[in-house]
């Protein structure tokens, strides 16, 4: 069992920057990949980016490209995203998932544990 718990959500205008952080119980964390996806009002929960489980591979969806940088501490059990040029759009909650299979995944079906969420608002 992996329990996933995010923080460094809030207020920030358009330009600011943010780091999430996903701190994972459970002595399993390193051999999982970890995923940060987000979910705004009225919409569906979309991947943002994913990180393997030992961090020589990472991922992005193409709006956060650039901007987004995907990390993670095994020692610490933490996997980290750290958001730059941040933009009204990219208000939303934002979740990190556990990811047991081998690579790296967009799909939300490929996650085991999801954790409660953090939000993140930005302002224009």
């Known amino acids: 069992q992996v329990q996933l718990v995010e923080s460094g959500g809030g207020l920030v205008q358009a330009g600011d920057s943010l780091r999430l952080s996903c701190a994972a119980s459970?002595?399993?964390?390193?051999?999982?990949?970890m995923g940060w996806f987000r979910q705004a009002p009225g919409q569906e929960r979309q991947f943002v980016a994913v990180?393997?489980?030992?961090?020589?591979?990472?991922y992005y969806t193409d709006s956060v490209k650039g901007r987004f940088t995907i990390s993670r501490d095994n020692a610490k059990n933490t996997v980290y995203l750290q958001m730059n040029s941040l933009k009204p759009e990219d208000t939303a909650v934002y979740y990190c998932?556990?990811?047991?299979?081998?690579?790296?995944?967009?799909?939300?079906?490929?996650?085991?544990?999801w954790g409660q969420g953090t939000q993140v608002t930005v302002s224009s």
């Open positions: 998932g556990a990811d047991r299979t081998i690579g790296v995944h967009t799909a939300q079906d490929n996650y085991d544990y």
């Open positions: 459970g002595q399993i964390f390193p051999s999982y990949a």
């Open positions: 990180i393997n489980w030992s961090g020589s591979r990472t």
